[in-house]
């Protein structure tokens, strides 16, 4: 059956810009799931070259490559009825077969086939359906596709009748559906399809662009209507455009890839044009220059090779006039303001210290069950206080800087802690919420504030973000740590827990924010210690859920799970560590890295299912332990297990204890024999009560030695 390329064009108002991507991605990929569940379009293709996608400020589109005519005919078996309804006792058709034959299109005398349906017999007929056309099928799957577009908000507006009410994310206007040079009739939103679209509002050179073929839809949009109509293609052209014109000044555009997008969302035809401020406001931090440049302005901030901000910065027009100095002096005048607004917030800011500013935060909301934010600060100082003593007091040595005992690191977090939230009463924060912390920062350092305290207070919100920078010292660290346990205990103390996709208050960042710092700093903590010292600063009676304990512990070992998981190890791994609930994260890559290196043994896999069986034997034991004695064991399999037990243990304890855990755990695998050779000479549930207690307990003891790294009876296949 001879196939040809098949074009949809839907030409709308202006879409929102931060939404065009995913809308046209759907839109193509809908338009193409519709078609192939009908027959109409190969199944296995590469969604970026055989279904291409077209996003544009005012249209979406898509290009389907070897689409047929018609659906071929599939044959198909139909049941009719049993066979005690469909037949006479003669054998002869029932006036029901004869109405259901008619009913499915099938003549009287159709061959009929008896098989079992389930206990009773059942009449098939064999039939032949026909395809669908591809003007049935598009008209199908433009209808599915409507319910299924993900539109942000829908808008409801009248067609040209004055009656009829129709809902999209914008009024449409046009419709276009060629199957090659061949116009499709289907309709949509009330359009019936055509062959004609719009180009560019201002520099189309037809008003009016007539799609003579499906295959020239591109380039016709491209040389008649000034539209470069894929949105991959006209945000690579951007993307060029950007460095080309930075280069020119020895400066880098801002990598900003959400940005991007939506600036791609936001013209037709990209013309990218440098423009610039004046001198006097780089004195403002550039965190709030480019911040106001990229959310009020959709400009592009230039930087200097050291990533220092310049006076410079790109805009990228929709229009491209053989004179743009009116469109460049335009945009430097609009800038202007906003930069003068950022410059005078900065400067009023900085007349009233952050210590004065503190009282005001006894009258600044942070939850209605949770108090104020002045409020919260005392309980981060208090938080922050208890992780500082548990480094101190620590196992495993903590290192500070020599400058920076323990004493002078708690003093630095009880001030940091103090100020941290006093930027949250700026004029500049209230402008830019995204810039708290950092402009904490800034006015710390104005202070002359001790060195690192203005460096944790911009810090102590990170990592915001999935990537983001860990706090850069010790006191940064403690204070991130304890802002985010606050967080975390306080809400789950009041019980409003995340619930499948929502997460108002981000309390998922905020454990994976806490899995990092532990992790990645080898902070000998323990999350057990952590959340009762963060439960602890909260006043009595103020958290309501009584397992908010359990509940957040659970919460972080599952988010461990799902981080370490992402860090490229495997689930097995991941199940045979977090399965002991280590309390101390810190050294959770070397207890992994050991379990990697014992499943590479040899000896792995019999040892695995053993020291699973012996899990299940004890689980089943409701005997009360006792010790073991060398008296009582009788059988020869069962001494030298004990014995070569006792060789293995004093061999890994002293690794073990060292934190060599890979070589505490290789220590063990000459088990594997004397573990097989127990198990095959020796019944644990012997009748006599004093050997089958001995017998427990020497297993019992086996399964401490094996799992004190991780549980590996996870690693069971």
């Known amino acids: 059956m001879s196939t040809a390329n098949l074009l949809v064009e839907l030409f709308v108002e202006e879409l929102p810009p931060k939404a065009l991507k995913k809308l046209g991605d759907s839109f193509a990929q809908e338009i193409w799931y519709g078609l192939v569940k009908q027959g109409l379009a190969p199944e296995f293709v590469d969604l970026g070259s055989n279904v291409i996608p077209f996003a544009s400020p005012r249209r979406l589109a898509v290009l389907i490559k070897d689409v047929p005519a018609k659906a071929a005919d599939k044959a198909a078996r139909i049941k009719l009825m049993p066979v005690a309804v469909g037949l006479t006792p003669e054998g002869q058709p029932s ?30 007929a064999n039939t032949v359906q026909p395809g669908a056309s ?3 099928g598009l008209q ?22 004055g009656w009829t009410n129709v809902h999209f994310v914008r009024p449409a206007h046009g419709l276009v559906a060629l199957h090659g040079a061949e116009r499709v009739p289907v309709s949509l939103l009330g359009l019936e399809a055509g062959t004609t679209t719009r180009g560019h509002r201002f520099e189309a050179l037809d008003p009016v662009v007539t799609v003579s073929h499906a ?7 491209r040389s008649r209507g000034a539209v ?3 949105f991959a293609e006209r945000r690579e052209v951007i993307r060029g455009q950007l460095q080309a014109a930075g280069a020119k000044l020895g400066l880098t555009p801002i990598d900003d890839e959400a940005l991007l997008d939506e600036v791609t969302a936001l013209v037709e035809r990209p013309n990218v044009l440098t423009c610039a401020f004046e001198e006097e406001f780089l004195a403002v931090p550039q965190e709030c220059l480019i911040l106001t440049m990229k959310a009020n302005q959709k400009y592009f901030p230039l930087l200097d090779a050291q990533g220092k901000l310049t006076r410079h910065f790109l805009v990228v027009s929709n229009i491209a006039p053989d004179d743009a100095s009116a469109v460049v002096q335009g945009n430097e005048r609009v800038v202007r303001p906003r930069l003068a607004d950022a410059k005078f917030f900065y400067d009023q800011d900085r007349k009233k ?3 004065e500013r503190v009282p005001g935060l006894a009258k600044v909301v942070y939850h209605g069950s949770l108090g104020s934010q002045g409020e919260r600060a005392e309980r981060v100082r208090a938080i922050a206080h208890a992780i500082v003593n548990q480094l101190r007091t620590a196992t495993v040595p903590f290192t500070v800087d020599a400058k920076d005992q323990f004493d002078v690191l708690d003093s630095k977090v009880q001030q940091a802690a103090q100020l941290a939230k006093a930027d949250l009463l700026t004029d500049m924060v209230g402008e830019f919420p995204e810039l708290q912390g950092v402009m904490g920062g800034y006015y710390a350092r104005h202070e002359g504030l001790r060195d690192g305290v203005a460096i944790a207070i911009e810090d102590h919100y990170k990592p915001r973000f999935a990537g983001d920078a860990l706090p850069r010292n010790h006191t940064g660290t403690v204070l991130a740590l304890a802002d985010k346990l606050e967080t975390l205990c306080g809400l789950f103390g009041i019980g409003q827990l995340p619930t499948g996709d929502k997460d108002p208050f981000a309390l998922r960042r905020h454990a994976l924010g806490v899995i990092r710092i532990l992790q990645e700093k080898n902070l000998p903590l323990s999350l057990p210690a952590l959340v009762d ?22 919460f972080a070992y599952d988010r461990l799970v799902g981080a370490l998981r992402d860090q490229g190890y495997s689930a097995q791994e991941v199940d045979a560590v977090v399965a002991l609930r280590p309390a101390s994260w810190g050294e959770l890559p070397k207890r992994l890295a050991a379990v990697r290196a014992f499943a590479a043994l040899p000896e792995s896999a019999s040892l695995a299912a053993a020291n699973k069986r012996v899990g299940n034997i004890l689980k089943k034991s409701d005997e009360a332990p006792v010790p073991l004695s060398d008296a009582l064991l009788k059988e020869p399999a069962e001494a030298a297990l004990a014995q070569a037990l006792q060789a293995a243990t004093a061999r890994a304890e002293p690794l073990f204890a060292q934190g060599d855990y890979t070589a505490s755990l290789t220590a063990l695998a000459v088990l594997k024999a004397p573990v097989d050779a127990f198990f095959d000479a020796v019944m644990v549930n012997a009748d006599d009560a004093a050997l089958r207690a001995n017998r427990l307990a020497l297993l019992r003891a086996l399964h401490e030695a094996m799992n004190r790294v991780a549980d590996l009876s996870r690693l069971a296949v």
């Open 95 to 124: 006036p029901a077969l004869l109405k259901k034959l008619a009913a499915s299109g099938l003549p009287a005398d159709a061959p009929l086939e008896r098989a079992l349906d389930g206990k009773a017999e059942a009449l098939f």
């Open 134 to 136: 591809l003007a049935q």
């Open 228 to 230: 470069i109509a894929s």
């Open 353 to 355: 210290t952050l210590a």
């Open 533 to 554: 010292a963060g439960l602890a600063a909260f006043s009595e009676g103020m958290l309501s859920n009584a397992t908010a304990r359990e509940d957040l512990l659970n």
């Open 140 to 161: 199908q799957a433009l209808n599915d596709m409507l319910k299924a577009l993900p539109i942000p908000k829908v808008m409801s507006y009248q067609l040209a009748d």
């Open 215 to 221: 295959d020239a839809y591109a380039d016709t949009l």
